[in-house]
């Protein structure tokens, strides 16, 4: 037995997990989820969209590959170049990245808003709380007080000063229906997906195939590296990204089983 298959199942933190295992981000990501629905904020359901996120993610190799990173520069851009974008949170969001999320809102001047498809009063608040014990500031989705046109589930439950009345939408980790009711609103929809065949990706403008634990941190990145370029560069970015391309390279990546 080597060293690495002795790491317990059952860590009570996640400084427990060695840095330098082969699958620490995958380790990491798992106790995040438990964490999650120990705490109220994750449904039990996300630990089967961690599971398939997860099988995903092996196949790519675990890292960014480079049509990723394309698409999370001009998801940045999009993002600077809105003039209402929102950053949509759920209970798998929430326990993968509650202080990445705030840090990209304020990078570009978003707004967050909880918005769950399996929602109750005390998972949102639960949510919002830990999103605020993380940095962020204003947290919207309490509100509900708009609705998303031809959408019957409780995802069309929105605030009309938030997602409702935004241009861009960072959609991640979800199924596809408000997806496309969101694309019918005619918003520009930014998807982050580990499966680049899922309808969500699939009608996103810009859709990221890569894990949200360091697609999240990436878009950042970009954003303050472009956090002075002018409107025509930021334009150029959006216009270069090629979002069949890049669905494309990342079903090949993953058909192709080279790791
Ligand atoms: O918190 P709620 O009530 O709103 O419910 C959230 C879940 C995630 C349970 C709900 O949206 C759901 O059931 O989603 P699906 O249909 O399982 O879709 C989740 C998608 O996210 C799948 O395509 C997964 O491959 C993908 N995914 C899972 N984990 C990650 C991921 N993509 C990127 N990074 C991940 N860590």
Partial sequence: ???????????????????????????????????????GITHLQGMHAEGRG???DYLLGEETIPSADEAERAAAAQLLLAD????????????????EMAALADAVDADLEVNLFNRTPDRIEAIAEHLREHGA????????????????????????????AADVVLVPL???????ALDEMGKTEIVIDLNPLSRSPQVADVPIVDNIIRAVPT?????????????ATLRAIVEDFDRERALEAAEKRIRSGEL
Wanted: proline share 5%; charged share 40%; glycine share 6%.
């Fill in 219 to 231: 878009i950042t990145e970009h954003a303050r590296d472009l956090a002075d370029a002018d409107e």
């Fill in 84 to 99: 209402r974008p929102v950053l949509s949170i759920n209970g798998n969001v929430a326990a993968l990245v509650p202080g």
């Fill in 174 to 180: 979800e199924d596809g229906d408000r997806a496309e």
């Fill in 137 to 164: 500031d204003d947290v919207k989705g309490l509100e509900a007080d708009a609705r998303i046109p031809n959408l019957d589930h409780e995802r069309s439950k929105v605030d009309a000063d938030g997602i409702y």
């Fill in 1 to 39: 037995m080597s060293d690495y298959d002795s790491v317990s199942a059952d860590v009570e933190t996640e400084e427990e997990i060695p840095e330098d295992h082969p699958r620490y981000q995958d380790l990491l990501t798992r106790h995040r989820i438990e964490a999650g629905v120990e705490k």
């Fill in 54 to 56: 997860s099988a995903f």
